[in-house]
């Protein structure tokens, strides 16, 4: 009895540790996001900010009005949407041969994506630096889209090909035998219940996009084609010698905006999504 | 078994098996052509520049130079230094990782109450991007605007972490471990979920301590699982690049590998030398996997993902 008794107190500690972990550095950066310029000129250790020492919206008013950190914003947007959209198509390809079909060099492909999954992304930046400037594709949208579309496939891969092994691809041909065309039971039977798989890719595939940061410093070079975790630490203020700490938490507050958003909609299928390849349930 | 199928497979069939493979292999075509266009192209780009004395402030006198790049990669002792700094990190933060992961994943497995709460904010660090991260615990560890010294009771207030080595790498740590527990519990987690109730049941009719059950049936049972999340969460660490950038900017000799081949390629734009980096940069994470699939007998079946 005391036994279970202690089981479920530490259950609630542990739940509370876990938010405490989670949540704690958030409420941080946005809580260093409210002091003001003057204050961390100053020094302002502690927690929250003092009284006196809070800005108000001011420092979100000054990320939001600053040019380059508007393009950034545009940028990372466009950037990520266009490289998720077309790799989430090339992965549903790949992912519906390795479900559904057998055919030779099948496990070369899974090879190929384990091994570029792994891979140090650094050593690319030398090569690419040079060929994307050869190319012409130096410091523009496409010199990004092409290698987090490399980057964000295997993920992809794996994620639809474990959704598309759950399908239960008769009822294709029971639709099929009921009178259905074969459109039809494509749209009506297969489509509903392959969209949760693709929608839980894109959307990992969008959180990788968005959080490069060794592609985004290395293949851009203004703010052409600069996202938003480069233009952040490109973000020094009108004083290099003193960091805007406060107006650097509001850029990142903003820059998670999209994030903490997709998250709070989507919890459940990310979790799926996340677990369903990697381990086989 | 494949092998067995296609013998005893009638022949009006092989028509048939032909063109599933034909079509299969038209399909991963394009997925295929775009991993390896991005990363085998540019690498064995990199294995030819590596041989040349190249600058790009002094691109016409390149000259080829043999192995003399890796040669002086090699007994340079910066090399080494960052090298270690990374495998120290990787081991540092997996292994934190590990065990914070397995305690958040025991508590998720188990609670009934607010679980979409604690699933909703478990992803918030994972979707929070490393470079703000990097911010957020720099500026916390701060001894001007951060609350990390007012909270600790062993440090003083005036405490400057990153004045010098090991704090400076205790607050990066601090960072990555952060932000990727999260993962580590979740795949965790999928583990858990896959170890039948039944047996640890059957361990507690029989007697085992609850020490017991965990040593002796969960983790056992979720052994692959744990494996894989090590494997892949392990490669990532030896990666590290973001945090450093952002937190010290390698300042201290925090540099990681992946720092000191940027530094060499973007910054200096020595394309040589850092070419060699590149490749000595790979091979040394096909040796860091190698050795981990090695020690730890992790099932490749199950890292590919084969299904």
Redesign the interface.
């Known amino acids: 009895m005391t036994n279970s008794v202690w089981n479920k107190v530490g259950t609630v500690v542990g739940a509370l540790l876990i938010l405490v972990w989670c949540l704690l550095p958030v409420a941080w950066i946005i809580s260093l996001s409210f002091k003001s310029q003057e204050a961390v000129t100053n020094g302002s250790p502690g927690f929250f900010p003092k009284s006196g020492g809070g800005a108000g919206w001011s420092n979100y008013k000054d990320v939001i009005t600053d040019d380059q950190f508007g393009r950034a914003i545009i940028n990372s947007i466009g950037i990520s949407l266009i490289a998720t959209i077309l790799s989430v198509i090339f992965a549903t390809l790949a992912a519906y041969a390795i479900a559904r079909l057998e055919f030779k060099g099948k496990r070369f492909v899974l090879t190929t994506a384990l091994v570029i999954a792994m891979f140090p992304v650094v050593s690319l930046v030398g090569p690419l630096f040079d060929m994307w400037r050869t190319l012409g594709i130096y410091d523009t949208w496409l010199g990004l889209i092409i290698p987090y579309m490399s980057f964000t496939l295997p993920l992809a891969i794996w994620t639809l090909s474990a959704f598309f092994r759950e399908i239960p691809w008769e009822m294709e041909q029971a639709a099929q035998v009921d009178g259905a065309t074969s459109w039809q039971a494509f749209r009506k039977v297969i489509v509903p219940l392959a969209a949760p798989g693709v929608f839980t890719a894109a959307i990992l595939t969008f959180f990788f996009a968005w959080n490069d940061f060794v592609f985004g410093i290395s293949l851009t070079s203004t703010e052409n084609a600069r996202p938003i975790p480069a233009a952040l630490s490109f973000f020094v203020g009108a004083d290099p010698f003193n960091r805007p700490a406060s107006l650097l938490a509001a850029g990142a507050v903003v820059a998670t905006v999209p994030v903490v958003v997709l998250v709070l909609f989507f919890q459940r299928k990310i979790v799926a999504g996340l677990t369903a390849g990697a381990v086989k349930g | 078994m494949?092998h067995a199928a296609t013998a005893t497979a009638p022949p009006r069939d092989s028509d048939r098996?032909r063109a599933?493979?034909?079509?299969?292999?038209r399909?991963?075509a394009?997925?295929?052509v775009?991993?390896?266009?991005?990363?085998a192209f540019?690498?064995l780009?990199?294995l030819y520049?590596s041989l040349f004395n190249y600058s790009?402030t002094a691109p016409d006198d390149r000259e080829f130079v043999g192995l003399s790049n890796y040669m002086t990669a090699l007994s340079d002792s910066l090399f080494w230094r960052d090298t270690i700094n990374t495998v120290g990190i990787m081991i540092i933060t997996v292994a934190f990782e590990l065990v914070i992961g397995f305690?958040?994943a025991?508590?998720?497995h188990?609670?009934i109450?607010?679980r979409?709460?604690?699933?909703?904010?478990?992803?918030?660090?994972?979707?929070?991007?490393?470079?703000?991260?990097g911010?957020?615990?720099q500026?916390?560890f701060?001894?001007?605007?951060?609350?990390v010294?007012?909270w600790l009771p062993f440090v003083g207030?005036d405490f400057n972490w990153f004045s010098e080595y090991s704090s400076s790498m205790v607050a990066i740590m601090a960072s990555e471990i952060?932000k990727t527990?999260?993962?580590m519990s979740?795949?965790l987690?999928?583990?858990l979920?896959?170890v039948s109730d039944d047996m640890i049941e059957a361990a507690k009719v029989d007697g085992a301590s609850w020490w017991q059950r965990l040593w002796r049936v969960i983790l056992p049972n979720m052994r692959?699982?744990i494996m894989?999340?090590v494997?892949?969460r392990a490669?990532?660490a030896?990666?590290i690049?973001?945090n450093i950038?952002?937190m010290t900017a390698g300042a201290n000799n925090t540099e990681s590998i992946?720092?000191l081949?940027?530094r060499?390629?973007?910054e200096q734009f020595q394309?040589g030398i850092?070419?060699a980096?590149?490749?000595l940069?790979?091979l040394s994470?096909l040796v860091v996997?190698f050795v981990i699939v090695k020690v730890f007998r992790v099932n490749?079946a199950?890292?590919?993902?084969?299904?």
Request: proline share 3%; aromatic share 14%.
């Open positions: 494949s098996a599933e493979n034909s079509l299969g292999r399909l991963v394009p997925a295929i775009l991993m390896l266009l991005v990363t540019p690498m780009r990199a520049l790009l305690a958040f025991m508590v998720m188990r609670v109450f607010a979409g709460t604690i699933r909703t904010s478990i992803l918030i660090p994972y979707g929070v991007i490393t470079v703000v991260s911010f957020a615990w500026f916390a701060s001894n001007t605007n951060g609350f010294n007012g207030t952060w527990t999260p993962f979740l795949l987690l999928a583990g979920a896959q692959s699982a894989v999340a494997l892949f490669l990532d030896y990666r690049f973001d950038f952002v992946s720092f081949t940027y060499q390629v973007i394309l850092g070419s980096l590149s490749v940069l790979f994470v996997a490749l199950e890292a590919r993902q084969e299904g």
